[in-house]
């Protein structure tokens, strides 16, 4: 049920209470003393929209996120969240007092607290949640976060009724997803009653009035029904909980949203059963079903197959006690508690002096950090369809031949089944047999499939597979293996090519690249060891020569070979492997220049660059407007179809923040969002972008688009 208009007044020391029950150390209690005190003077005289004073809104957020079993950091980070947002607070203060982690965190929050989505459409959602998960530097960020909006959802009566609905079409596009991801039922549930409450009002007080038409009849049927089972499990000698409830207003909505009626919906009542072990649950529903019967195909085991957000329980739907329908969980104390906290539940069992907790809990997250931080999507609409297919898809799940369980979304195939086994088992498969038959590499799994992967030492991925995997582990296992494969490869080249120069030149490779000289280079050229000297001739980072010539200490450069070998080319060749055509020379190291950052439709020109081939330049870029001898000639290959990296600096009012818009706004237009930065100042917002484009046309249009965007003062290239 949605929480009441009113909250209880709520203090420290009534926090401080439920805190000490979970958080032991004398030192960390004395930290979250310090942080409360802290937080109450940063803000003291500030009062929230419901009038109450502003630090009851961090006591809250502190309040849900030990609820959840976390630990003092997350605790101190909760009470500490809008220090910087509405304390003026600067980030190396909060760190100086209270240690980097806490301070990360604090910062990932404040970031996090001023986007907002721009509209309602799935669009929007998804990438505010790329962004939201790129920002959460730390896990724990996104249990304050579902705390922060859990307390805004129960006071969001505070606000104008258009807020309102735009917060709780926000929660629900955003942010419940997260908290399902994350299994924490305990706010998900909440947010969705909420959500419904203040975008549906009509509906919600509808399906509350009939609740109430038969709350007593309802909760007579559920005592009996509990004290029915009661009586079963005592029997037996069975340890164990019990606890019914009426279903949620939002489960009941999602059932009449389905197309059911009203007087069709009779599993409003549920049970759960809370015992000892994993074999009591299974000898439980036998003995439950035993006296009541089961409605077939409605009997679910959760526990032998978990849930995508790793829930476990075993769910039955039985005929009870005057005729109602009942739904039955039955699961241990353990997955109650992960049930209801998801992994934040994981903190109450810490191992100190190890990151062991952390890393279970970031597990949670690495799909999305998978497709955040690997750069593999050039676009939202690669990303929307990776979330969609490892993280919101419907999932299967599927055996190995020992039974052990895999989890999968559906449409997998067996390549994406034998690199969630091992990324060694993935790279040496050779075929599949799915439930004794063979199939092939492409077959979709379906729910229950015993899958078993044929492998072969000498076996190595194929590029094809690319075209049909379903998981982002999948894919980037695949592009890895053929990234080190390339390396390996260019590292070899790089070795035959410096040893032919060095028979060219009669000179002795021991003489040449002894440790003293390899040191010598390495030093130099800011490089690892002698593999990577190789690896940067194989890539024509480098030239042999000019390694030869830093080796012995010759003055001879390699800007000096280039400007020889551009002064006597030959005729220009018709075919270029490079983006851009330096004067004739078809295989060239070619960069970029980092300054301007030049993009295909730019004026541009060459410079010479001190052994790492020609940086190219925008014609007008002013650290290369003296220069005289060593530019070249350079030109866009009209046959490439790369895209290029180049700065965007967007300044607006300061009457928001408007991040959100401004990704919408250059995404549409199918440009991709590398890195951000924003600044805030006293009358404006300045947006420092890294945006990947095709053209010049494209990014003016990109300009053009953000300048017609009414609270925009400039838009212009470069920082």
């Given at each position: 049920m949605v929480k009441k208009i009113q909250?209880?007044?709520?203090?420290?020391?009534?926090?401080?209470?439920?805190?000490?029950?979970?958080?032991?150390?004398?030192?960390?209690?004395?930290?979250?003393?310090?942080?409360?005190?802290?937080?109450?003077?940063?803000?003291?005289?500030?009062?929230?929209?419901?009038?109450?004073?502003?630090?009851?809104?961090?006591?809250?957020?502190?309040?849900?996120?030990?609820?959840?079993?976390?630990?003092?950091?997350?605790i101190i980070a909760a009470l500490l969240h809008e220090v910087m947002n509405n304390g003026d607070t600067l980030l190396s203060e909060v760190e100086e007092k209270f240690g980097a982690t806490v301070a990360t965190i604090v910062d990932s929050i404040t970031k996090i607290n001023k986007l907002e989505l721009v509209d309602d459409s799935e669009y929007s959602a998804i990438y505010l949640r790329k962004v939201l998960v790129g920002l959460a530097t730390d896990v724990r960020v996104l249990f304050i976060k579902l705390a922060d909006r859990l307390h805004n959802m129960r006071t969001n009566y505070a606000v104008n009724p258009k807020k309102q609905k735009d917060k709780a079409y926000e929660t629900q596009a955003v942010l419940i997803p997260i908290a399902h991801r994350l299994g924490i039922n305990s706010i998900k549930s909440e947010l969705e009653d909420l959500c419904l409450y203040y975008t549906k009002p009509d509906v919600y007080k509808d399906i509350l009035e009939k609740l109430e038409e038969t709350r007593e009849e309802l909760n007579d049927s559920l005592n009996e029904m509990i004290e029915s089972i009661t009586s079963i499990l005592q029997e037996q000698g069975l340890k164990f909980k019990i606890k019914g409830r009426v279903k949620s207003v939002h489960s009941i909505y999602n059932k009449l949203a389905k197309g059911k009626k009203w007087n069709e919906i009779y599993d409003i009542l549920a049970i759960r059963v809370i015992l000892d072990e994993v074999s009591d649950c299974y000898m439980a529903v036998g003995l439950v079903h035993a006296k009541y019967r089961p409605i077939p195909k409605r009997f679910k085991d959760y526990i032998a197959m978990p849930k995508a957000n790793m829930y476990q329980s075993l769910h039955t739907t039985v005929f009870g006690v005057d005729g109602h329908l009942f739904e039955v969980q039955f699961r241990t104390f353990e997955m109650d508690e992960f049930a209801e906290k998801g992994m934040a539940s994981h903190w109450s069992y810490k191992e100190h002096g190890t990151k062991k907790v952390q890393h279970i809990m970031e597990q949670k997250l690495e799909m999305f950090r998978n497709l955040i931080e690997t750069n593999e999507t050039q676009d939202d609409v690669s990303f929307a369809s990776d979330v969609s297919s490892d993280m919101l898809a419907e999932m299967i799940y599927v055996f190995t031949p020992k039974g052990d369980v895999v989890e999968l979304p559906r449409g997998a195939t067996p390549i994406d089944f034998a690199y969630r086994i091992h990324s060694d088992v993935g790279d040496k498969t050779v075929g599949a047999i799915v439930n004794d038959n063979i199939v092939p590499l492409n077959h979709e799994l379906d729910n229950n499939d015993i899958v078993k992967i044929k492998t072969n030492n000498t076996a190595s991925p194929n590029k094809d597979w690319l075209t049909f995997v379903k998981t982002s582990q999948a894919k980037n296992k695949i592009k890895s293996y053929f990234s080190k494969q390339e390396r390996i490869f260019l590292t070899e080249k790089g070795k035959d090519i410096l040893e032919k120069e060095l028979r060219k030149k009669k000179l002795s490779f021991g003489d040449v690249l002894n440790d003293e000289n390899i040191k010598k280079i390495t030093k130099e050229l800011k490089l690892k060891d002698l593999e990577d000297i190789y690896l940067s001739i194989g890539t024509l980072r480098y030239t042999a020569g000019f390694i030869i010539g830093l080796a012995s200490g010759s003055k001879e450069t390699v800007e000096d070979a280039l400007i020889e070998k551009v002064n006597t080319r030959n005729i220009t060749p018709k075919v270029y492997k490079n983006d851009i055509i330096v004067a004739g020379i078809p295989e060239i190291l070619v960069n970029i220049a980092k300054c301007c950052k030049p993009v295909k439709g730019d004026n541009i020109i060459g410079y010479i660059t001190k052994g790492q081939g020609v940086t190219v330049h925008k014609s007008d870029c002013s650290n290369i407007s003296d220069e005289e001898t060593r530019l070249i000639e350079v030109s866009w290959n009209p046959n490439s179809d790369a895209s290029y990296l180049t700065d965007l600096y967007v300044l607006s009012d300061n009457k928001k923040n408007y991040l959100t818009d401004i990704i919408t706004v250059v995404t549409k237009r199918n440009a991709y969002i590398d890195s951000l930065k924003t600044k805030e100042y006293p009358s404006s917002y300045a947006y420092e972008l890294v945006i990947k484009v095709k053209n010049k046309e494209e990014l003016d249009m990109v300009i053009r688009d953000l300048d017609n965007l009414t609270y925009i003062i400039e838009v212009r290239r470069g920082k």
């Open positions: 909250e209880e007044p709520i203090t420290f020391q009534m926090v401080y209470e439920k805190i000490r029950q979970n958080i032991l150390d004398t030192n960390e209690l004395l930290q979250i003393k310090e942080a409360y005190n802290y937080a109450a003077k940063k803000h003291e005289g500030m009062k929230r929209l419901n009038g109450e004073d502003f630090i009851t809104h961090p006591l809250h957020v502190a309040d849900i996120v030990n609820s959840l079993n976390v630990d003092a950091t997350t």
